[in-house]
């Protein structure tokens, strides 16, 4: 499979715990894009990076969330101290940074907070 | 008011119905608009893109935008049970993709 991983699946945490998402892009692809989505509601943008270097943050993104890229390959976002407004999918997406730059999107990983 | 505005639906129809979904945007420097249908508890999978005014087709699915009057359309034909999904549209604003809530599409057999 040569698409979007991400890991875990589905993850369920209690209020005040730090978790961490991965995910592994495509491989070609030079950029890589978290976003978020609650219940009825389309993905919100996060972040992005363009290799290695994060090039743009939300004011969605809360001194709470990280995210890293190291090498350029994959990425993983953390929470620290989960609140209950944290619970919803966590969506990764890459693209190449030429072209129309479509963006392709993982499973997504669901995060409950308890 | 949201850049892109979808109405959430349900939209509910027959299996082999012609559906029409639609959004709105409000940001004129919007270029290229996109398709993502999203099955429950999946990620969003790419449908369709199209840059310009006009139609583009593919299969049974065809895009529409019109600029003028910031409006775009997807129309599925024949529509099957299969394609009962939630469909976002999309736009990139800045390296993002700026999406629309989505219209929960159901189709029954």
């Known amino acids: 499979d040569t698409g979007v991983s991400q890991n875990p699946r589905h993850k369920i945490t209690k209020r005040g715990q730090n978790v961490t998402f991965r995910c592994d892009p495509i491989?070609?692809?030079?950029?890589l894009y978290w976003y978020r989505q609650t219940l009825g509601q389309g993905p919100e943008f996060l972040t992005y990076?363009?290799?290695?270097?994060?090039?743009?943050k939300s004011r969605l993104l809360s001194d709470r969330f990280s995210a890293e890229r190291p090498k350029g390959s994959f990425s993983t976002l953390e929470i620290q101290r989960t609140e209950q407004g944290d619970s919803a999918m966590y969506l990764c997406?890459?693209?190449?940074?030429?072209?129309?730059?479509?963006?392709?999107f993982g499973a997504g990983t669901r995060l409950s907070v308890l | 008011q949201k850049e892109v505005e979808q109405d959430p639906g349900p939209l509910s129809v027959p299996e082999g119905a012609i559906v029409s979904l639609n959004c709105t945007y409000s940001?004129?420097?919007?270029?290229?608009f996109m398709w993502y249908r999203q099955y429950s508890r999946k990620g969003p999978e790419l449908l369709m893109y199209?840059?310009?005014?006009g139609n583009k087709e593919d299969g049974r699915f065809t895009a529409q935008v019109d600029k003028s009057s910031k409006y775009i359309s997807l129309f599925i034909r024949d529509s099957q049970p299969s394609d009962s999904a939630t469909y976002l549209c999309?736009?990139?604003?800045?390296?993002?993709?700026?999406f629309g809530t989505g219209t929960r599409l159901l189709v029954s057999p």
């Open positions: 999309a736009s990139p604003g800045f390296q993002k993709l700026v």
């Open positions: 199209t840059y310009s005014s």
């Open positions: 997406a890459s693209s190449l940074a030429a072209g129309e730059g479509i963006q392709y």
């Open positions: 491989s070609e692809h030079n950029r």
């Open positions: 940001n004129s420097a919007f270029q290229y």
């Open positions: 990076f363009q290799n290695e270097a994060q090039l743009e």
